[in-house]
Structure formats: C-alpha cells, structure tokens
C-alpha cells in the first residue's frame, strides 16, 4: 500500500513561517514528480509547488513564488515545503500528491492569524 504522511502544519502568524513535510511509504519515490497543492476552507483544490525526481526543476504558483521552496531528499522519501513570510490567504490544507500514481496524503492544516 502507498502511503503519504504530511506534517509541519500549525497556527502561525502573518509574517511567519511553517516547513511541511510529506514521506512516502510503499512507493518508488525517486521515481516520480511530486506536488504539492491546497485547498482553502469552501473553496477548490490549488496547485502550489512541484519539483521534478532529480530536484533540477521546481515549479511555483504566482501566488507564493519567491516566499517557498519545495525540496526533496530521495533517500528519506520525503518532499518538503519551506513556507516563508506567511499571508492569511495561504490559510489552507496542504496536501502532497504523487499525481502519475495517483497518490494523494492526508493533509496537513496551515493556519495564518494575528
């Protein structure tokens, strides 16, 4: 069975900052892209980050480009995203996905308030 975990998420201020942590089990991870996407309270699923197996490309958002960093370490199985300078609009939950295989987390909930 594939398993992704995140962690890191937590109340945090505006102006702060969060680094989430996702690790996968029961998956060839080096193998595949990983993403990063969120979804704030009533609203639709967003993309927020992607990087690619060797960490050469990273994709960002408009919305949080400059302010995170995805990252990876393929021999713990873990993706990684370095959240900076936190605004109330990145109040979501954050999910990593492994979309070629089809493998979404649970989630983990990001909250921005004074």
């Known amino acids: 069975e594939v398993q992704l975990v995140e962690s890191g998420g937590g109340l945090v201020q505006p102006g702060g900052s969060l680094r989430l942590s996702c690790t996968a089990s029961g998956l060839m991870f080096s193998s595949y892209w990983m993403y990063w996407v969120r979804q704030a309270s009533g609203k639709g699923l967003e993309w927020v980050s992607s990087?690619?197996?060797?960490?050469?490309?990273?994709d960002y958002a408009d919305s949080v480009k400059g302010r995170f960093a995805i990252s990876r370490d393929n021999a713990r199985n873990t993706v990684y995203l370095q959240m900076n300078n936190l605004k109330p609009a990145d109040m979501a939950r954050y999910y990593c996905?492994?979309?070629?295989?089809?493998?979404w987390g649970q989630g983990t909930q990001v909250t921005v308030s004074s």
């Open positions: 990087i690619n197996m060797r960490s050469t490309v990273a």
């Open positions: 996905v492994s979309l070629q295989t089809g493998n």
